[in-house]
């Protein structure tokens, strides 16, 4: 075989998933409604207990509407997948602390429906 | 999270049926005697079976060293499992890694339910369901639809050694050229008067200027294989360690039919009746050849010398 020349193919494989390269809505809450290969991304979440926010959570329209499809969402840090608050059987919540003090710590946490 | 580890972690219990592990029976061998035209039937069996990668065109095959993981069974039926795999690698000459502490690249998990973990890969590892455009393909991917399927996900091996796992989004390409005024319509130029083209999902690969051989090879980079414990009561594990072997090693679309060859295919396969319980000369012939064969070769070469390869060892007439 001959190998004298070293070509630089470039193999414009516009493989992957063209829209990845294309406009990115952002939502707060995704449902996976629209195009099913344009990207949606989620604004950073608070993380319960931690000062920074998680990482903003960008994914394609099909991916989002199979979550909410199985009742689940993007954990805030970005990393797992869990049940969706705002899902049909959880609702989601309002938490502040109740009682205590800054001097002595304690108090209890108190949860409502929204 | 790697992703070799998602699988563990998603593992679930099965039922006790499915685990009972029994000593993997030794490769059966079937001679290939009832049938008239053995040929013909190689030339079909390697037709269904070859499914060249859409990067390249061609087979894939391990060049990295094997490492199966298996997760959702009882300890003695995962060594089992993760021994046969080894065995019949070794014995069809895929390379191996022996260590007990090797990097997972075939992970195969038994679960009650395929479906969610194949959910979970669809939104947090698209990549391991194999190269598709869109999300369409990889939905229909994601569908678990036999009793054992497996995933493979593949590189590009160019002719510098340069491996590049196909389907994953490269850093793309921008190319700088001279811009000659009277052509290019629209197109906007720098002060320094070339056009920039981006090409935000391309990428190079080094090949031969030659006719024969563009010297680019696809391996396999990662292989998922995912079994459903209640649809498998009948068989034992002995078999479908076989089974898993054999998909695990080479990139096999299983069939909707019995094949005529005698294969360990056949086990799962509807209306086939006496299938092969283990491995058979077919299969063993079949991976060895794909092993022995030329990686760079066009498609079509590729499948000549399985061919070619299967015919001398169940000795059809050359």
Excluded at chain 2, 167 to 182: E, H, K, L, Q
Excluded at chain 2, 208 to 233: N, W
Aim: contains cysteine; neutral net charge; glycine residues 8%.
């Amino acid at each position: 075989m001959t190998q004298k020349s070293l070509v630089l193919a470039v193999l414009m494989t516009v493989l992957a998933l063209p829209a990845f390269a294309q406009r990115q809505a952002i939502e707060a809450h995704p449902d996976g409604t629209g195009d099913p290969d344009a990207i949606t991304c989620r604004p950073p979440q608070v993380i319960p207990g931690q000062r920074l926010p998680g990482p903003q959570v960008c994914k394609l329209n099909a991916q989002w509407a199979l979550l909410r499809k199985n009742g689940q969402d993007i954990s805030a840090d970005g990393r797992d997948i869990v049940p969706d608050p705002k899902g049909s059987n959880i609702k989601a919540m309002n938490c502040h602390m109740q009682g205590g003090s800054a001097t002595n710590g304690g108090g209890q946490m108190v949860c409502q429906s929204q | 999270m790697k992703s070799w580890t998602l699988f563990t972690l998603l593992a679930l219990t099965v039922p006790a049926a499915a685990q009972q592990a029994r000593p993997a029976a030794p490769t059966e061998n079937v001679t290939v005697t009832g049938i008239k035209d053995v040929q013909k039937a190689v030339n079909d069996f390697v037709g269904a079976l070859t499914v060249p990668t859409k990067m390249t065109g061609k087979l894939a095959r391990w060049k990295a060293k094997v490492c199966p993981i298996v997760a959702g069974l009882r300890p003695s039926a995962v060594k089992l499992v993760t021994q046969r795999v080894k065995e019949v690698a070794a014995l069809v000459g895929a390379p191996v890694d022996d260590s007990d502490k090797c990097r997972p690249n075939i992970e195969i998990v038994f679960t009650t339910t395929p479906q969610a973990l194949l959910d979970t890969i669809f939104i947090k590892y698209p990549y391991l369901l194999g190269d598709h455009d869109n999300s369409a393909q990889g939905l229909k991917l994601a569908s678990f639809t036999r009793p054992i399927q497996s995933w493979y996900t593949t590189a590009t091996d160019d002719l510098r050694g340069n491996i590049q796992v196909d389907g994953v989004r490269s850093g793309g390409v921008t190319m700088d050229m001279p811009f000659i005024p009277g052509i290019g319509g629209g197109i906007q130029t720098s002060a320094t008067g070339t056009v920039s083209m981006n090409m935000p999902d391309a990428r190079v690969t080094n090949v031969t200027g030659g006719r024969l051989g563009d010297g680019v090879s696809s391996d396999f980079h990662h292989i998922a294989v995912v079994a459903e414990p209640a649809k498998l009561l009948d068989y034992e594990i002995g078999g479908l360690s076989d089974y898993i072997a054999l998909l695990a090693l080479s990139q096999t679309p299983l069939p909707d039919h019995c094949l005529e060859l005698p294969t360990i295919l056949n086990l799962l396969a509807p209306g086939c009746t006496a299938p092969p319980k283990t491995l058979t000369s077919v299969d063993l012939a079949y991976l060895r050849a794909l092993y022995k064969m030329s990686p760079t070769a066009a498609i079509r070469g590729q499948r000549d010398e399985l061919m070619y390869q299967m015919d001398k060892s169940l000795g059809a007439p050359q």
